[in-house]
T-cell receptor
């Protein structure tokens, strides 16, 4: 089975500063990796996904993530955050079938002026 | 508009009173799934369905039932709800997992 660990439950950051949200995964088979964002009182929106190919994945809203197989990591980064990036971020992993999508516990990103 | 629709959005009920949360998608997706979200636990998969009449358990299926009699609908049934099922529930669908999932807006359930 696949599992995901999000290493930080909360990340406070100042506006226009860079941010990294950390995600490690565990799996005995090849995996697909995702980052989702949840704004307050809303559903989940896909930020980006890694299925194959280039290990550097670019997503929406200026986010990117790098798949590192040797470190079993898929950290999310943004060079300059905005107040509007304040939200809950979830890392998720699935096996090749995609039927079982396992989420991490979430990282709350709080951007302040 | 392509979407996953959950109803109701909010529900308060009493222990033991059977309830159904509906999920409908208009994208002709074969795959559908239910999750519950709890603070500090993230989202956990309850059940999923690969196609009509084909369902399987996720990580936390106890206390829940599902059915998939037609492609567009995937209701979540709580036959005897208990307070520990108080949670935020999300339905999701996909044309071809894992290439993309569409999530509903959520159903906030409170069992008293």
């Amino acid at each position: 089975a696949q599992s995901v660990t999000q290493l930080d439950s909360q990340v406070p950051v100042f506006e226009e500063a860079p941010v990294e949200l950390r995600c490690n995964y565990s799996s005995s088979v090849s995996v697909y990796l995702f980052w989702y964002v949840q704004y307050p009182n809303q559903g989940l929106q896909l930020l980006l996904k890694y299925l194959s190919g280039s290990t550097l994945v670019k997503g929406i809203n200026g986010f990117e993530a790098e798949f590192n197989k040797s470190q079993t990591s898929f950290h999310l980064r943004k060079p300059s955050v905005h107040i509007s990036d304040t939200a809950e971020y979830f890392c998720a992993v699935s096996d090749p079938s995609g039927y079982a999508l396992n989420f991490g516990k979430g990282t709350s990103l709080l951007v302040t002026p | 508009e392509a979407q996953v629709t959950q109803n109701p959005r909010y529900l308060i009920t009493v222990t033991g009173k059977k309830l159904t949360v509906t999920c409908s998608q208009n994208m002709n997706h074969e795959y559908m799934s239910w999750y519950r979200q709890d603070p500090g636990l993230g989202l956990r998969q309850i059940y999923y369905s690969m196609n009509v009449e084909v369902t399987d358990k996720g990580d936390v299926p106890e206390g829940y039932k599902v059915s998939r009699k037609e492609k567009r609908n995937f209701p979540l049934i709580l036959e005897s709800p208990s307070p520990n099922q108080t949670s935020l529930y999300f339905c999701a669908s996909s044309f071809r997992p894992p290439y993309g999932y569409t999530f509903g807006s959520g159903t906030r359930l409170t069992v008293v």
